[in-house]
């Protein structure tokens, strides 16, 4: 079992920035692979970053350049780096991971994460 806690969520103008951390404890985070979700009120959960155990990442082309995943493994922490946001950016960010993925094939699927965290809100305005 891992659990997992989102943080660094908040309210920021356009063109801002912020830093959303995931925090895994329970089981030993070796091996897992991380993604990042976003769900926007009345639309369905979306991709949004993801990197493997040994540092491979793919992003949504709506952030590619704008977001940057990272994750220190010695802290058991995985990091979405947030810069020049829009307010589409806006939505509740979650935090996901799974052991056993085809991570070059499923990364970007929801249903290949076992494991989520609460999520917390990211809101840009304009």
């Known amino acids: 079992q891992v659990q997992l806690v989102e943080s660094g969520g908040g309210l920021v103008q356009a063109g801002g920035s912020l830093r959303l951390s995931c925090a895994a404890s329970?089981?030993?985070?070796?091996?897992?692979?991380m993604g990042w979700f976003r769900q926007a009120p009345g639309k369905e959960r979306e991709f949004v970053a993801a990197?493997?155990?040994?540092?491979?990442?793919y992003y949504a082309d709506s952030v590619k350049g704008r977001f940057t995943i990272s994750r220190d493994n010695a802290k058991n922490t995985v990091y979405l780096q947030m810069n020049s946001l829009k307010p589409e950016d806006t939505a509740v960010y979650y935090c996901?991971?799974?052991?056993?993925?085809?991570?070059?094939?499923?990364?970007?699927?929801?249903?290949?994460?076992?494991?989520w965290g609460q999520g917390t809100q990211v809101t840009v305005s304009s």
């Open positions: 996901a991971a799974q052991r056993t993925l085809n991570f070059y094939r499923d990364y970007y699927l929801p249903a290949s994460y076992g494991y």
């Open positions: 329970g089981r030993i985070f070796s091996g897992y692979a």
């Open positions: 990197i493997s155990w040994s540092g491979i990442t």
